[in-house]
């Protein structure tokens, strides 16, 4: 089946930065868009970045001009840069893959596959 694994979350000061990194595994062919997402104590989960295969991307206007996303397509993984981070930003931060094209004896597709999360702090 297929799996995500995030890394890369950490406590750091503000301003700061760190690289957050998501590996999609399990016979993957492609898969269509690949984001970030994250969910702070008490609140609901929120978009951070998305970016589609073709390199198309789209941010959360909170984290514009400071967090990047790429992806690596021949190692099914995807990225998020974030800088000038701020306590604001501390949440755990989830992986998303949808549209997921794999093989398992033919063709098969999925939706909505989410990593474990990684959390991420930002002390002031």
């Known amino acids: 089946q297929v799996q995500l694994v995030e890394s890369g979350g950490g406590l750091v000061q503000a301003g700061e930065s760190l690289r957050l990194s998501c590996e999609a595994s399990?016979?993957?062919?492609?898969?269509?868009?690949m984001g970030w997402y994250r969910q702070a104590p008490g609140k609901q989960r929120e978009l951070v970045a998305t970016?589609?295969?073709?390199?198309?991307?789209n941010y959360a206007d909170s984290v514009k001009g400071r967090f990047s996303i790429s992806r690596d397509n021949a190692k099914n993984t995807v990225y998020l840069q974030m800088n000038s981070l701020k306590p604001e930003d501390t949440a755990v931060y989830y992986c998303n893959a949808d549209r997921v094209i794999y093989y398992t004896g033919s063709r098969s597709v999925g939706y909505d596959y989410w990593g474990q999360g990684t959390q991420v702090t930002v002390s002031s």
């Open positions: 970016i589609a295969g073709g390199g198309g991307t």
């Open positions: 399990g016979n993957i062919l492609n898969i269509n868009i």
